[in-house]
């Protein structure tokens, strides 16, 4: 029997389809006699990250307090948040996630043996595709197969895998940068994993280039378009609403003349997040002096990163499922505790805005010199994580929800339990669109959050799905 490899060509870019055939005429033994094979296989894998990463982000994004679905045909029900098995979110996000470690399988004992011309980088860039879908994997799902109808691997299964793979990557790259950001994913494995000792080794040595920034690109000329940035910007309609407190960080992705030829990139690795790391090892230690001396460091980081002002006049919040998103300068509360906060809600009438296109953060040298217990560093420290991350799809993995196996997969592979298929939201998680509640006292100009959830996070650090160095 003929085994066909299903392939795009879009603007030089290939990527695996399953087992559907698109092109009967090439096989396995015709694609990979061509010339170089290796090299299309790694581009197709780069357009493949980019499809893993739009479904991780929008979907992710979703299920957090970060944004509400304010009108798209994106799930209706993530922002309860309502997890099921048989959604078909769930199960297009599990595709993405393993067509990526499928596609790293098969460079690595297909592609790359059978091209003479293939090179370490190349080699290394399949280990990095393949570290990172198994690190997607124990980030976001309560557990998923290793292999085609394979088992259930636990997260913690995913994480040695990914650390695997992500060595193998390092002692083959001759790049400073693409070292640095490997060792800096070794850092967010071991964070998952709870090992304090090892997230803050790697964090800094990565931490060696405070400028580190590893991005993944799309193409909206070749039907590659960053979702995040359709549904934050350029659609006619505001799709997704952020949550009023994080307004001043939206949209984090833009564009100038036609958006077909200007696609921003996603972040996957930047500097920030060694900091990050850091400063939760030595403040979940005790050592807060440290830890909020790291932080002042991050801040200074931060505050260099790229702003641009934009034009955002057309942005009314008008997706129609709420309506009463406030459009003018006023107030905010994290919650009814708080108090009056200015700046984070953006009156874009007034004229450009700032848009920061890798990281930003309202959180000031004052907030940090004031903060003088272990929780109000943790606080303020997981406050600059959803600030500093906001639309890259890391918070869902703060919160420590996680998606389930898909119903899919449970017909398909007998390895599937009972278990796998229910989803990870902790006893703590507000429901009922709680996360992204809030009401506006438009007479007094004032928006208050119904939940400040960094507080609900600090006031449950004990939860075993949050906090990874806190016993």
């Not at 960080?249 to 990139?265: E, I, R, S, V």
């Not at 440290?290 to 942005?315: A, F, H, M, Y």
Request: proline share 4%.
């Amino acid at each position: 029997m003929k085994k066909y490899i299903s392939i795009i060509i879009a603007g030089g870019m290939l990527a695996l389809h399953g087992c559907s055939v698109l092109n009967p005429n090439v096989t396995e033994p015709v694609y990979l006699d061509n010339p170089n094979p290796a090299k299309s296989w790694v581009t197709g894998m780069r357009r493949q990250l980019a499809l893993t990463m739009n479904q991780v982000v929008v979907s992710t994004e979703l299920v957090s307090d970060n944004y509400f679905n304010n009108r798209t045909l994106s799930s209706k029900v993530f922002d309860i948040p309502q997890i099921d098995y048989f959604d078909l979110d769930v199960n297009n996000l599990q595709v993405q996630v393993q067509r990526l470690r499928e596609m790293s399988e098969y460079g690595l004992t297909k592609v790359l043996p059978a091209d003479a011309s293939s090179t370490a980088s190349d080699s290394a860039e399949v280990y990095f595709s393949g570290a990172f879908a198994h690190l997607l994997s124990g980030e976001l799902f309560v557990g998923l197969p290793g292999a085609a109808k394979g088992a259930v691997l636990t997260p913690a299964q995913h994480y040695n895998i990914a650390l695997d793979q992500l060595n193998k990557a390092i002692g083959l790259s001759k790049d400073a940068a693409e070292i640095a950001a490997y060792t800096l994913l070794k850092a967010r494995v071991y964070y998952a994993l709870g090992d304090a000792a090892n997230a803050a080794l790697y964090a800094k040595t990565a931490l060696n280039n405070t400028a580190l920034l590893r991005q993944v690109k799309y193409d909206g000329v070749n039907n590659v378009p960053n979702d995040m940035q359709t549904y934050l910007y350029s659609s006619t309609n505001n799709e997704f609403a952020p949550l009023p407190r994080l307004d001043f960080l939206d949209p984090k992705y833009y564009h100038t003349g036609l958006p077909a030829t200007d696609q921003k990139p996603v972040t996957i690795v930047k500097a920030e997040e060694g900091f990050l790391i850091l400063a939760e090892t030595q403040i979940s230690a005790g050592n807060l002096d440290d830890g909020r001396n790291t932080l002042l460091q991050l801040l200074s980081v931060v505050n260099g990163r790229p702003v641009v002002l934009i034009d955002d006049k057309k942005e009314t919040r008008n997706g129609g499922n709420r309506t009463d998103y406030p459009l003018t300068a006023v107030k905010v509360k994290f919650d009814a505790a708080d108090s009056l906060r200015s700046n984070y809600v953006l009156n874009r009438q007034a004229g450009n805005i700032k848009a920061y296109t890798v990281s930003g953060t309202m959180v000031t040298v004052n907030d940090l010199q004031t903060a003088t217990t272990q929780d109000r560093l943790l606080y303020v420290l997981y406050r600059m994580r959803q600030e500093i991350f906001i639309a890259e799809g890391r918070r869902m993995t703060d919160l420590g929800i996680k998606f389930p196996v898909s119903q899919t997969e449970q017909l398909n592979n007998p390895n599937v339990k009972d278990t796998d298929i229910k989803a990870q939201i902790p006893a703590f998680i507000p429901l009922n669109r709680g996360m992204d509640d809030f009401t506006y006292d438009k007479a007094n100009g004032v928006v208050t959050m119904k939940y400040d959830m960094n507080a609900v996070l600090v006031n449950n650090k004990h939860a075993k799905e949050i906090f990874p160095f806190i016993n």
